[in-house]
């Protein structure tokens, strides 16, 4: 099955500041997907990746998928504390339905 | 547009009794996935099932682990005799039946076994 490494596990950073987490997988990906954790919650969808080389954005979080399709990276532009949070990315496990396996994630901190 | 609801949010068991955990999923999806997160560790498959199907299982311990998604009502999750290292946060998720577009996460029932 896929499996998911994100680094860093965590990261601390100054408010104001730009960040990238990474995805690497071990297998062509079929369909990455971001997810925010805070805290003690549920997950929050941010992004989805389906094509070599696509890149999306929202807000001031900007997600890419190489084109060989075995990495992503979040990128977090001018930081703020509303986006500390656990990162997670998920891998569709090409089973033809939607089983995602996750990556261990990344621990977000920004500091004012 | 109610989101996946789980409940309940949080759960005391003894070891020895049985945990149920209900997930009612997001209107006009019909898939239902499963997913345990242990303390300081990612999220890990349990299960994922289908309107009176499982389809793959092959997260789930062999033992005192079931679930269920009946034509009526939510996904249930069950543990009998819950021991502590089954203490954690479990968390279900929802998907429309086209299978595109990414999970929607419900909250989460935390379980804790004393």
């Known amino acids: 099955s896929q499996e998911l490494e994100q680094s860093p596990q965590s990261l601390i950073v100054q408010e104001g500041k730009n960040l990238t987490i990474n995805c690497t997988s071990s297998k062509t990906l079929y369909g990455l997907y971001w997810y925010k954790q805070k805290y003690g919650e549920g997950l929050i969808f941010l992004m989805m990746l389906q094509k070599g080389g696509e890149e999306k954005s929202h807000e001031k979080i900007t997600a890419k998928l190489d084109e060989k399709k075995q990495q992503s990276s979040l990128h977090i532009t001018a930081s703020q504390p509303s986006h500390a949070g656990i990162y997670l990315c998920?891998?569709?496990?090409?089973?033809?339905?939607?089983?995602?396996?996750f990556g261990t994630g990344t621990k977000l901190q920004v500091i004012p | 547009n109610a989101g996946v609801m789980q409940n309940p949010r949080h759960l005391v068991r003894r070891r020895g009794q049985e945990a149920r955990l209900r997930c009612s999923p997001m209107?006009?999806?019909?898939?239902v996935y499963w997913y345990r997160q242990l303390p300081e560790e990612g999220l890990k498959f349990m299960v994922y099932?289908?309107?009176?199907?499982?389809?793959?299982e092959s997260g789930m311990p062999k033992e005192r682990f079931s679930a269920e998604f009946p034509k009526e009502g939510p996904s249930i999750l069950r543990i009998q005799q819950v021991v502590r290292g089954d203490s954690a946060a479990y968390f279900c998720?929802?998907?429309?039946?086209?299978?595109?577009?990414?999970?929607?996460f419900g909250s989460g029932t935390r379980l804790t076994v004393v």
């Open positions: 099932l289908q309107k009176e199907n499982i389809i793959d």
């Open positions: 998720a929802s998907s429309p039946p086209e299978g595109v577009g990414g999970y929607t």
């Open positions: 998920g891998a569709d496990d090409s089973g033809g339905y939607q089983k995602v396996t």
């Open positions: 209107k006009g999806h019909s898939h």
